[in-house]
Structure formats: C-alpha cells, structure tokens
C-alpha cells in the first residue's frame, strides 16, 4: 500500500487537534464560481511561451492536494516537502500557472507594514508593526531560498527597495509622519527630494520620496514560473483543471475536476477569494479589483528622453494612490508599469465599462507623471483581484477535517500569500512555528453588510479616497 492510499485510511498524517471548534459541513460543495480576469496577465506575455503542465484527467491519489498555484498554493507545496520530503502532493491550478492574480500584481514583496486601510501604511501599533515586519522577512527568505535552490534568475528577484511618492504637501507630511514611525521602531528609511525623485524616475512629479532599503522587487510570473518549475520535479503540477466540486470521503477528500479526480488524506485551499467560492467565509470577504497598464517596449531615443534608472518601484503614500514600475530587459523589456483605479465587485467579475474607465485614467495618470511619454503606447492592460477582510486577517488555518485554506491576502499577496501558504502546510502536518501560530490565533472575519449595500458604500467610499489621492 502507498503512502498516498495509507493517508486516505487516515494513517500516514493523523490531523493535529482543532485549534477552534469545527462547524459542521456538507458532504460536498461545488464551486460557485470560477476565476475569471479581465485582459492579459501581461508579466507573463512579456516572457514569452513555455511548455505547458498536464491538465488533470483520469484518477491521482495523494497525500496532499493543494488548490490553487500562486504564490500560496506553491509555498504550501514547497513547505510541506520541506517537513515531509516523501510525500505526494498534487498542485492544480484553474488556468494557466503565472497568468491568475500571481501574475497581474506590482511584484513588490514589502517587508515593512503595508496596511492597505490606513493612511500611511502603519499598523495599529508599534509591536504589532515589529511582528508583522518579522514575519514579512521570513517570508521574503523563504522566497530567496527558493530562488537559490531552484535556480531562478536573480532578475526575478530583485533587492532593490522600493520608494512612497509624494505629490502633494499632504502625502507629504504622511511620508515624514511614516518616516518618524520607522525610525522610532528601528528600521531605516532616506527622504528624497523632489530633484532626487526626478533622477531616479525621469518624473517631475514627485514633490519627495521615502526610501526603504528591505522590499523585493519581482517579476512576479518570472519567479511564479521558476517556482513551479522548481517544484515539478517533486509534486504534481495540473494547469487548465479548475475544482469543481470537494466531496468529502470516510478519510480524506476527493477532488472533482472536468476530466479527472483526485483523492486526498489533506486539502489545501490555496485560492484567496474563491475561498468563499466553495461556500467558507461566505458574506465576509472584500473583492477588490484594482487595474494596471504597461507599456510598449521602450526605444533607446524614448528612454533618453525619460532618463533615470533602469529598474525601481513607486508605491503612493496615500494607499488610495497609483503604483508605478519600470523594468528594464531582464525582466522582459524596458516598460514601465501604472496601477490604479479600485472596484468592489462581490460577484468578482469585472465589466467592459470597468475596463475602459480604468483604461482612461491609467492613461491620464501616466501622461501626468511623463509628459515626455505622451506617444507610448499601452501594450497591456488587466485586472487583478485582491481579497480583503474588514479586520485585516487572513484565513490560513483548518477549517475542517483534513481541510485547510491559505487564503484572503489582504492586498499583499506576495509576501502573505508566501506566509499563508506556509501556514496552512504547517497545519496540515501538525508542525508549529511563529508563521502558523500568527494565523491561527486570528479571528475570523466578521461580516459585511448586505451585498447591495456594501458594494454601493464600498464604491462610494472608494471613489472618494481616489478623489482625494487623485494626484497621488
């Protein structure tokens, strides 16, 4: 008998005790409602084509299937054959590896607090910054780990920090403010100038910087890719097979796809918002989808007339305010990138009119900060989906027998998917760390008001945090 069939009889990984108690569930739940993204994942266009993975058919018996192949789904597979090399995982994805949300995000992987509700980023207080900033960094080494075992290209993994733009003089009391904070918590941080911001980026828009040394900057579905590639060799990799329904069995799960099934002594959900899809956190959970833009390949007479370095980030100092990039040749051409404009979608699809309008202010915004650009073309615009909760938890815990989710990011889906991931293999193989005790001593997310309420309050409320971070 396998190890793999000794785990469905519920002998090979016998689970840890609850940390809460358990609701009862159904026999089986199927999916809602699938993935589905507007425009291209373009920082996987820009890389060109690969071979694909199998696409799941007939019947696989593991000891973990983990759904979902992001950034949690692949750190969950990895740490689990970190604390049991031998055994069987099986990883499926909805779509094609680096072409969901792991590939439309800005590639920053921040190490300090980054709390998307707040005004400057800072958490609730100064010890709970010093442990968030702990737990970011251990998963910023648990991708530099991966990045070193598996080969990954450096240029997909860039330490190069990243910078809070301020326009105004608001943004920029609040990156002084943010400054104050860093230093009275012992992390170092450089104010630049307006002329020292236009070096850097080629743009005269920035009345100040905040530098910060610790934020890495990915190619997101470069280091996706490498990951998956990394991985292949010891677990099961199945794109383009969506989980359509979860049966549970006498031990263990089975997983229902399209053309195949698989039968698992432990799932992990590693889908963050789809989370809700299967019918968990049902009525508390916050869909985000926030737009980007990227540009053409950039000429050498175009770069010439931007000027400043080949490769840095820009986050607003308002969290309502736009995201720039710019990348140079290894990451897949010289381009850079604009991010902004948020919608609360509950039924997480996007319209052709949220498309255009978005569209039209990422044009806007872009020619604001680079007049010089004006005729760059866009090659590249999408939609990404974030997933939040109104107390800022995420759910990486056990949710039921044999049952596990890595999910609801927060926004910050490289560095907590990383750490969510983490979590929910440690849980799964009864194994504690300072990761998998952060998260399992969070409550749960509370609800939201009825869904036509919140997404009217939700949108009205975004739509005036734009407005007064529109020149951010």
Known sequence: MT????????????LPPAGRAMPH???SRSARRLPSLAGPAAWDAILGPRPPYPRLEGRKVVDFAIVGAGFAGLSAA????????????????????????????SGFMIDLPHELTSDDYAGDSAASDRKIIDLNRRAIEFGAEAVAE?????DYFRRDGKINGAASGRAHDQNIAYAAHLSAIGEASELLDAQAMHALTGSRHYRSGLYTPGTVMLQP?????????????????????PVLELIRLDQGWSLQTAAGRVDAGAVLLANNGHLESFGFARGRLMHIFL??????????????????????????????GTTLRRIATAQGGNRIVTRTMSRFL???????????????????????????????????????????????VSVARQLDRGLYAACVQNGLGTVRGTLTGIAAAEAALGTESAVSRHFADQ??????????????????????????????
């Open 3 to 14: 190890k793999a069939m000794r785990s469905i009889e519920g002998l090979a990984h016998p």
């Open 25 to 27: 569930h159904p026999q």
């Open 78 to 105: 990895r740490r689990l054959k970190q604390l049991d090399p031998g055994a069987t995982v099986a990883v499926l994805d909805a779509g094609r590896i680096a072409q969901g949300s792991a590939g439309r995000n």
């Open 150 to 154: 598996y080969g990954i290209s450096r």
């Open 221 to 241: 579905a470069g280091y996706i890719r490498g990951l998956a590639a990394g991985l292949a060799d010891h677990v099961s990799i199945f794109e383009d097979s």
């Open 291 to 320: 737009f980007a833009c990227m540009t053409e390949e950039l000429s050498k007479e175009t770069l010439d007339r931007l000027g400043g370095a080949d490769n840095w980030g820009v986050t607003p100092s308002d969290p309502m």
């Open 346 to 392: 509950p039924d997480m699809v996007t319209t052709d009119g949220d498309m255009r309008r978005a569209t039209r202010m990422m044009r806007q915004k872009f020619d604001d900060r680079f007049p010089q650009l004006a005729s760059a073309k866009m090659d590249y615009a999408w939609a990404g989906h974030l997933c939040l909760s109104r107390n800022g």
């Open 443 to 472: 409550p749960d997310p509370p609800r939201l008001p009825p869904a036509p309420l919140a997404k009217l309050g939700a949108n009205l409320f975004i739509r005036w945090k734009e407005w007064r971070a529109h020149n951010e």
